[in-house]
């Protein structure tokens, strides 16, 4: 099973939200899902998506999504697939809202550590990292990305010290496409 944790300070931790890009740039996380979920024909039932919100009402949400043959998904419902998700948060409980569709409050760095604890290899996109061509890479990995604003300073530091910086190229690229090289690069290794 390959992770994607990806992260955003500012997407909106409700799902009262209309406009993608007034919600935190929302458009930029359903980018990421359809990278990270989607192939032309198919879904990657081999990728669990893990989205870390820290935008406005109520910071932190996690939310967990993995495809499977029960859940009902097209590239065109994802921004609705997020709003039932965020709206069926239930306080101090994690909830299944579709078969491995889940939310809970846990913070960016809680979501890293179980993963951790799950002996996930833990690599985080970096510009200055070891090329993904070049890297070995486990079957059992997790890759963190931030949005357009990138992960926190704090949390990053933190961060370098437990997990593999590993990068994709000399250029910086959008959070979906880098999503889909990581993934590119997985399966051409058949990971």
Same mark, same amino acid.
């Given at each position: ?9 500012? *997407? ?10 007034? *919600?935190? =740039? ?8 359809? &990278? !990270?979920?989607?192939? +032309? ?9 893990? #989205?870390?919100?820290? !935008? ?9 999504? &993995?495809?499977?043959?029960? #859940? ?25 809202? @579709? ?7 846990? +913070?960016? #760095? ?11 290899? %833990?690599? %985080? ?6 090329? /993904?061509?070049?890297?070995? /890479?486990?079957?059992?990995?997790? @890759? ?13 530091? =933190?961060?370098?010290? %437990?997990?593999?910086?590993i990068s994709i190229g000399?250029?910086?690229?959008? +959070? +979906? &496409?880098?999503?889909? /090289?990581?993934?590119?690069? #997985? ?5």
């Amino acid at each position: 099973m390959k992770h994607f944790i990806y992260f955003s300070r500012n *997407a909106s931790t409700t799902g009262n939200f209309k406009d993608l890009m007034k *919600a935190g =740039r929302m458009d930029i996380v359903i980018h990421s899902i359809i &990278q !990270g979920l989607f192939l +032309s024909n198919s879904f990657r039932e081999d990728v669990k998506m893990h #989205l870390v919100f820290y !935008g406005m009402p109520d910071p932190p949400k996690h939310i967990e999504i &993995q495809v499977t043959p029960d #859940l009902e998904i097209s590239k065109k419902d994802v921004a609705n697939l997020i709003k039932k998700i965020l709206y069926k948060y239930k306080k101090d409980k994690k909830t299944e809202v @579709f078969p491995k569709c889940f939310i809970e409050k846990k +913070s960016f #760095l809680k979501v890293i550590e179980e993963l951790i604890n799950e002996d996930k290899e %833990i690599f %985080i996109l970096d510009k200055s990292g070891v090329d /993904i061509r070049k890297a070995e /890479i486990s079957n059992n990995c997790a @890759f963190v990305l931030g949005d357009h604003d990138g992960l926190p300073k704090k949390e990053l530091r =933190r961060l370098k010290k %437990i997990a593999k910086p590993i990068s994709i190229g000399p250029k910086t690229y959008f +959070s +979906s &496409q880098t999503i889909a /090289i990581v993934n590119n690069e #997985l399966d051409r290794r058949n990971i």
